[in-house]
């Protein structure tokens, strides 16, 4: 069953913004640290952002100062917001968390990805 959803992916032109969403299921009962990751047809998947549980953040170089991690660990949810986008920032965006189901052991869960393409 889907555990971690994604939204807010679309297209939008180059100084552009999109803000993503994740949602945790109900089913998870605990999360860790939260990321987002990004991957392009052949290539591997690549970290973008991660956020802690006690809100300490980590960016790729390449977004340092334009994309802001956010998340409410009481609803279980996390936001990037993405600034300036450019055309090299086209992806597909992964949620990423460490987290447990149902208090069960501790796993690595995944989102189903949303598209994000800036145009030049």
């Known amino acids: 069953q889907v555990q971690l959803v994604e939204s807010g992916g679309g297209l939008v032109q180059a100084g552009g913004s999109l803000r993503l969403s994740c949602a945790a299921s109900s089913a998870i009962s605990s999360i860790e640290t939260m990321a987002w990751y990004r991957q392009t047809p052949g290539k591997q998947r690549d970290l973008v952002a991660r956020?802690?549980?006690?809100?300490?953040?980590n960016y790729a170089d390449s977004v340092k100062g334009r994309f802001t991690i956010s998340r409410d660990s009481a609803k279980k949810t996390m936001d990037l917001q993405m600034n300036n986008l450019n055309p090299e920032d086209t992806a597909v965006y992964f949620c990423?968390?460490?987290?447990?189901?149902?208090?069960?052991?501790?796993?690595?869960?995944w989102g189903q990805g949303t598209q994000v393409t800036v145009s030049s």
């Open positions: 990423n968390a460490y987290a447990r189901v149902s208090w069960g052991p501790w796993g690595n869960y």
């Open positions: 956020i802690t549980s006690g809100d300490k953040t």
